[in-house]
């Protein structure tokens, strides 16, 4: 049993952090990212980062520049540093997991989902 668990912090400067810990039996986290959803929308990539040789992190182009994605393998987390946040970005947030098993293909986890309203 793999749980997501999402939380958010505010901070100064109109910015926001998203946290998200991976919780139960497992055996390798492959990636870990941050997609989020609109009513009338499809679910949209926000940012990923994998694990290998070098860690990879990719963005959507609309928050290229803002937000910055980290994970920490110890802890199993990976946050959202947000900052310029606008109205464009009010959007529920979902943790994502990739999870790898010996001789078993990968499996994606997800977070309940987080609401970020952004005024204006």
């Known amino acids: 049993q793999v749980q997501l668990v999402e939380s958010t912090l505010v901070q100064s400067g109109g910015s926001l952090s998203l946290s998200c810990v991976v919780s139960?039996?497992?055996?390798?986290?492959?990636?870990m990212g941050w997609y989020r959803q609109t009513p009338g929308k499809e679910r949209e990539l926000v940012a990923s980062?994998?694990?290998?040789?070098?860690?990879?992190?990719d963005y959507a182009d609309s928050v290229k520049g803002r937000f910055t994605i980290s994970r920490d393998y110890a802890e199993n987390t990976v946050s959202l540093e947000m900052n310029r946040l606008n109205p464009e970005d009010t959007a529920v947030y979902y943790c994502?997991?990739?999870?790898?098993?010996?001789?078993?293909?990968?499996?994606?986890?997800w977070g309940q989902g987080t609401q970020v309203t952004v005024s204006s």
């Open positions: 139960g039996n497992i055996y390798k986290i492959y990636s």
């Open positions: 980062i994998s694990h290998g040789d070098t860690n990879y992190a």
């Open positions: 994502n997991a990739d999870l790898l098993a010996p001789l078993a293909p990968s499996s994606d986890y």
